[in-house]
């Protein structure tokens, strides 16, 4: 079974550009959250999708934003790039989404990660 | 909304010995408190996890504790060895169905274990 895919690897580029980051979960699960990790900092909470709709989102400016496509993979997209917003951007997915289950367990794949370096 | 604060940011302990990591949150709702290793290099792992129905859950070396009275948790590690190096991540969520549900992180630790 294949793990949570993100892609690209890597992106460079420049203040006040747009990066688009992409995100595939694990087969059967609809949840995705994206994370940003700043080097040597925590995972802060970006965005939270599930079954298409954008169900929360962290403490981040509107120039932060996604989607979730029909097929559950999602798109990060961050706008008006500042020199701040280099970071790990990290995708997971949950098979069980909050409320859905008696568990109420959201046990997290994480993907390898995005990492975006704006210059 | 939810707040993970988590401590020590860096551990540093001899091989054998054991670490403990401690955890607080802030939502009294949070029912669900998994734990993520990250090696260098690597994306975070879940290694452990406890519901807010139980007080301590063991997983060979490495084990959970739950006060939920004073909303903190803590993760053990007994017999530790090089390959625990790594940094560890608690994490908080209430698992209820609807907008304010999401799972939070602490900050995280490193842990180095000296040889």
């Known amino acids: 079974e294949a793990g949570v895919t993100q892609s690209p690897t890597h992106l460079i580029k420049t203040r006040g550009q747009q990066a688009t980051l992409r995100c595939s979960p694990i087969?059967?699960?609809?949840?995705v959250y994206w994370y940003q990790q700043a080097l040597g900092l925590g995972l802060q909470f970006l965005l939270w999708y599930d079954e298409g709709e954008e169900r929360n989102r962290g403490n981040f400016p509107p120039r932060f934003s996604g989607r979730q496509f029909p097929n559950y993979s999602s798109e990060l997209n961050v706008n008006a790039l500042e020199l701040e917003d280099s970071a790990l951007y990290l995708c997971?997915?949950?098979?069980?989404?909050?409320?859905?289950?008696?568990?109420?367990?959201?046990?997290?794949?994480f993907g390898a990660g995005s990492r975006l370096t704006v210059l | 909304g939810e707040n993970v604060e988590q401590h020590p940011s860096t551990l540093s302990v001899q091989e054998g010995d054991s670490a403990v990591i401690k955890c607080t949150y802030s939502?009294?709702?949070?029912?669900?408190f998994p734990w993520y290793k990250q090696e260098l290099g690597k994306r975070p792992q879940l290694i452990i996890d406890?519901?807010?129905?139980?007080g301590e859950k063991k997983d060979q070396r490495i084990a959970v504790t739950l006060n939920k009275t004073a909303k903190h948790f803590s993760l053990h590690i007994t017999e530790t060895q090089p390959e625990d190096s790594a940094v560890y991540f608690c994490a908080a969520s209430n698992g209820g169905y609807s907008s304010a549900s999401k799972i939070i992180f602490g900050s995280g630790t490193r842990l180095s274990i000296r040889p």
């Open positions: 939502d009294s709702a949070s029912n669900y």
């Open positions: 406890i519901r807010s129905n139980v």
């Open positions: 087969s059967g699960h609809t949840s």
């Open positions: 997971a997915s949950s098979h069980d989404s909050p409320g859905r289950t008696i568990s109420g367990a959201n046990v997290l794949t």
